[in-house]
């Protein structure tokens, strides 16, 4: 292990380290902290100056109650639900069948394919944005729900098949080619062998793809124009201009509109981690 | 011998030639509409002028103008403080790598609790980068953010007139960094690198759970220790962390845009632009679209991420070669 662990280095050493970490972390998180200690003040305090000091009263819950009761906040939040949670379904359950394609078959395009994939996902939004704004204008798919839901889960794909073909090809063959001398049907391989296998692997996409849709910006402003399709992080930006110098309600929306990935995090950790390291450091 | 039951056979002859396309086509399909198809309509769009608009026929108005984008280009001075910011970006975001693996080492230890302290040193990244935006957009705020707090408590003095106003003298006044020309962007950036540096972070501890325990121990044994192991021994190991943590700096770094909308939408006078916030701007302005200019922001945009894209490529083909 390296460093050397400070268990070694004897108990003083040990409890200096101890003392030391949450000092660091404070540091780290300052400016998070920061806007959560802004969302429990009044606004009396925040017009006072008081910004930094200990707060005149605590107003946590009237602050995050106002967030929803004074704006659309909760028509934003619900609007993200409904865009990430198809997302991820489309984009994993398709990436699954295209990973198990471009893993298994031995073909000759598999990977040129691959690397269209691989190389989509890294592309600037910018080169797609006006043919594909142009294009959910003609259809009439510009500012809805489904307009955004259907771009993010077919950029995602991309992403998507990238891991899951990697994570395919990671396991043994042999299950795959003695299914098949058993006469077991294509499909009925991938169902029934291969699925199984790769839970792990719809898990970390599924927590990562959420977060990575939930936080977008971009294509809510690229593909909405009104209020009623918009997702929270564009909400927070309209917010933003409706609360002017009501720094708490801004800091209460932020905080709302960040805790469903945090949540994610918190749960899927393992899993979370595993998605963005194995996609490519194996 | 019946039709059918040759049918039958040469779909059962062809099984393992035809079930990939099978399982590909949905994906694929799919995928070329809204990824692969735009980007070569974009790249044919930038030689076109075009608000967007459609005739009463459904013939678009668009016009062929050849490469006058690309001239207007080269003498507009946005595009190119444009292209500086983001060579900047590209410079300072790069910061993240080293900075990433410091903490890295810091955290790597197994006293107790270390696992939920990773997971909030981790925090920043799973936050969305609009908050991001916001929290330091008032954190650099010079009348109540943090910096401008604490500015007043350096060099200011506070005066409490008859009314009970409190006023502050302060020797210069606190730096307004998002207005500045000359500060903002790298206000911007030293945002941008909070959760960049915490993504560094985490590839760097899970490479270094990966470290081989034996060479390690090989290299105490050696007399290697401090920046010499790490240098010599740890380093190498962690290449496939280091190519990873590279790639996504880079690819954040230029696609950097929530930051600049939600802090400075480019201003002050254009000096936080970057192609990807110009593009969006120029694109979809107050004033019109102007898709073939905006296309052509794009496609530079594109052919830079393009090198990017091609190097990481050629490196996964190596790989795939020496592979199965």
New interface residues.
């Given amino acids: ?7 070694k280095a004897g108990p003083g050493a ?1 409890i200096g ?2 003392l030391l ?1 949450p000092f ?2 404070i540091i ?5 902290l ?2 959560f200690a ?1 969302s429990i003040r009044s606004g009396a305090d ?1 017009n006072a ?1 008081n ?2 000091g200990w707060p005149g009263e605590f107003a946590m819950i009237e602050n995050y109650v106002a967030v929803f009761t004074r704006s659309q906040a909760s028509m934003y939040f619900i609007n993200s639900i409904l865009i990430t949670v198809p997302s991820v379904a489309i984009s994993v359950s ?2 699954c ?2 990973g ?3 893993a ?2 031995r ?1 000759r395009v ?2 040129p ?1 691959f ?6 996902n ?14 959910s204008v003609r259809v009439g798919l510009y500012d809805t729900i489904a307009g955004q839901f ?2 993010h ?3 995602q ?2 992403f998507c ?1 990238l891991f899951m073909r990697n994570f395919i ?1 990671a396991l043994p063959f042999d299950l795959i080619e003695s299914a098949r001398i058993e006469g077991v049907k ?2 009925r391989i ?1 169902w029934f062998v291969v699925l199984p296998l790769v839970r792990p692997a719809l898990a970390a996409l599924a927590v990562l793809i959420f ?1 990575f849709v ?2 977008d ?2 294509w809510a ?2 593909l909405t124009q009104g209020e009623s399709a918009k997702p929270i ?2 909400g ?2 309209a917010l ?1 201009g409706q609360f002017v110098n009501n ?1 708490h309600l ?2 209460a929306a ?2 709302i ?2 805790i469903p ?2 949540i ?3 749960l899927m ?1 393992r899993h979370f ?1 595993a998605g ?2 194995l996609g ?3 | 011998m019946d039709v059918k039951a040759t049918e039958h056979s040469w779909l059962l002859r062809n ?3 035809i ?6 086509i ?3 399909a ?2 070329a ?7 070569f ?3 044919w ?1 930038s030689f076109y002028e075009w608000n ?1 608009l459609y005739r009463a026929d459904g013939t678009s108005t668009a016009v062929w103008v050849g490469v006058d984008n690309y001239i207007k280009l080269w003498d507009d001075p946005k595009f190119w403080t444009s292209l500086k910011n983001n060579l900047l970006w590209l410079l300072l975001f790069m910061l993240a790598v080293p900075i990433g693996l410091m ?1 890295a ?2 955290l ?4 107790s609790g270390m696992r939920i ?1 990773k ?6 990244f ?7 935006g ?3 957009g ?2 650099y705020n010079p009348d ?3 910096v401008g ?1 604490v500015w007043k408590a350096l060099f200011c003095e506070e005066t409490i007139n008859i009314v009970g106003n ?1 006023s502050f003298r302060c020797s210069s006044p606190p730096p307004d960094i998002l207005s500045s020309p000359e500060f903002a962007t790298y206000g911007i950036i030293a945002a941008g690198l ?1 959760p960049q540096i915490a ?1 560094c972070m ?2 760097y501890l ?3 759970n990966n ?1 081989a ?1 034996d060479q ?1 121990e090989a290299g105490r044994l050696d007399g290697a ?1 401090g920046w010499r ?2 240098w010599f ?2 380093l190498p190991q962690l290449r ?2 280091t ?2 943590a590279v ?1 996504v700096t880079v ?1 954040g770094a ?2 950097s ?2 930051m600049i ?2 802090m400075t939408q480019g201003g002050p006078f254009g000096s936080t632009n970057v ?2 916030y110009y ?2 701007e120029t ?2 302005s107050e004033y019109g679209e102007r ?1 073939g200019y ?2 052509a ?3 530079v ?2 052919l830079i ?1 393009l090198i ?2 091609s190097y ?2 050629w490196r ?2 190596q790989d ?1 070669k020496g592979g ?1």
């Fill in positions: 292990m390296f460093p050397r662990p400070i268990e040990r380290y101890q970490l660091v972390l780290w998180l300052l400016p998070l920061a806007i802004t925040i100056g910004v930094f398709l990436a069948l295209a198990y394609a471009l298994i078959y073909f598999a990977l394919l690397f269209l994939f691989v190389a989509g890294f592309v600037p939004f910018q080169i797609l944005m006006v043919p594909v704004r142009d294009m259907l771009f889960a077919a950029f794909t991309g098949t090809k294509e499909w991938f977060t939930w936080n910006f971009f402003n690229v992080t564009a927070v930006r933003n720094w801004v800091s932020s905080l509109a960040a990935p945090v994610m995090f918190f950790q981690i963005l390291t490519a450091v194996k | 099984k393992l030639k079930a990939p396309w099978v399982f590909l949905p994906a694929l799919f995928f509409v809204y990824v692969i198809e735009p980007i309509e974009s790249i769009l967007g903490i080492l810091f790597n230890q197994t006293v302290y997971s909030l040193f981790f925090f920043p799973v936050i969305s980068q609009v908050v991001v916001l929290i330091f008032w954190f109540f953010g943090v707090s409190v909070w993504y985490i590839l899970t490479g270094l470290v325990a390690i220790k192991m790490l021994v740890v496939p962390a190519f990873i790639v690819i230029l696609r845009f929530d909308a939600i192609l990807a593009m969006y694109a979809i898709y905006g296309s922001i794009a496609t945009l594109f991420m990017y894209i990481f490529l996964m083909y795939e199965r």
